[in-house]
């Protein structure tokens, strides 16, 4: 199985940027696909972003498209969501999830598709 762990959280003003960080161990040199998600108070977690193995496919919640980028690293273990021109309403807990299934064949926005979950990391905007 994968572990995974964000780290990258904080507090920022609006219009600032903040990268979020995804780092995997344990069987990571098996192919996975990995997706960030968000929870607000009171919220139900909804999609942030996916991003595929090989790093070539991305997808966005509308609500980011334009202002966020996942990517991943040389090394693929780790994955990393750049977000900038943050807003207030971006306040919240932020997720990273993974797993084995391939990017093509899971609904990626969909948080019970994935296996693996990290604690999460807090994210607050202020106005």
């Known amino acids: 199985q994968v572990q995974v762990v964000e780290s990258g959280g904080g507090l920022v003003q609006a219009g600032g940027s903040l990268r979020l960080s995804c780092v995997a161990s344990g069987r990571t040199s098996s192919s996975y696909t990995v997706g960030w998600f968000r929870q607000a108070p009171g919220k139900e977690r909804e999609f942030v972003a996916a991003?595929?193995?090989?790093?070539?496919?991305?997808r966005y919640a509308d609500s980011v498209k334009g202002r966020f980028t996942c990517s991943r690293g040389n090394a693929k273990n780790t994955v990393y969501l750049q977000m900038n021109s943050l807003k207030p309403e971006d306040t919240a807990v932020y997720y990273c999830?993974?797993?084995?299934?391939?990017?093509?064949?899971?609904?990626?926005?969909?948080?019970?598709?994935?296996?693996?979950w990290g604690q999460g990391t807090q994210v607050t905007v202020s106005s």
């Open positions: 999830a993974a797993t084995y299934r391939a990017y093509g064949s899971i609904r990626y926005h969909l948080p019970y598709e994935y296996t693996y």
């Open positions: 991003i595929s193995w090989s790093g070539g496919s991305t």
